[in-house]
């Protein structure tokens, strides 16, 4: 069975609680997942993984953290068709 530091670690983000995660455009025009944190530097990630991973979230119990990413997640992929 996953655990959650695992599945994190997976997806290449630290065991840190999020301040914040939203959709962000980078340099490219690409819309992505970030992934801010009170102690360190925001990451971000592919709109793709971070649905998947939103998935994994939820077999794991972890909805609220999923009902988050996939807000997220969301929101991108309608600002990408704009």
């Known amino acids: 069975m996953l655990t959650l530091p695992a599945l994190l670690l997976h997806n290449g983000l630290p065991n ?15 819309w992505r997942i970030k992934f801010s944190y009170e102690a360190g530097e925001p990451l ?20 609220e953290l999923a009902d988050e990413v996939t807000t997220a997640v ?3 992929k309608r600002y990408a068709t704009m």
């Open 74 to 76: 969301t929101t991108a």
């Open 16 to 30: 840190l609680p999020q301040s914040l995660i939203e959709p962000h455009r980078n340099r490219a025009g690409v």
């Open 44 to 63: 971000s990630m592919d709109v793709v993984q971070a649905a998947t991973m939103a998935s994994d979230l939820r077999e794991l119990g972890e909805v």
